[in-house]
């Protein structure tokens, strides 16, 4: 009986074997790759009008999303507002000039509060 045996080597995955033949490649060779795969991975991913997520198990990447595949994106994905809520929006815009420091809204809230509260006191003593 023989007692060597041979050890099967485990079947290396696609991915393994893709980051093996990139290792490999010169500088060159893997920028002309890299923008091929790249122009390949915009076009499967709606010609590049929204955001491509590429995820690994250590890593979070994305493509860059140039502002009117944005505002495309956003079209398609964003909360849809009602015809009046729009013109409303709009208006506000107007009226800039009319607004006040978040801070001075608080402290006006908080001495209503403080009058409401002391409204609230008096009547309970009556």
Do not use: W
């Amino acid at each position: 009986m023989n007692a060597t045996a041979e050890i099967p080597t485990p079947v290396s995955s696609p991915t393994a074997r893709a980051e093996e033949l990139v290792r490999s490649m010169s500088p060159e060779v893997k920028e002309a790759a890299f923008i091929l795969m790249l122009k390949e991975l915009i076009e499967i991913n709606n010609g590049g009008r929204c955001l491509i997520p590429i995820s690994t198990e250590t890593e979070q990447l994305g493509y860059y999303v140039p502002p009117l595949a944005a505002d495309e994106r956003f079209e398609a994905y964003g909360p849809k507002l009602s015809p009046e809520r729009e013109a409303e929006i709009a208006e506000r815009f107007t009226r800039l000039h009319e607004s006040i420091p978040i801070e001075q809204a608080i402290e006006e809230l908080r001495q209503q509060e403080l009058a409401l509260r002391a409204q609230q006191s008096q009547l309970q003593a009556v």
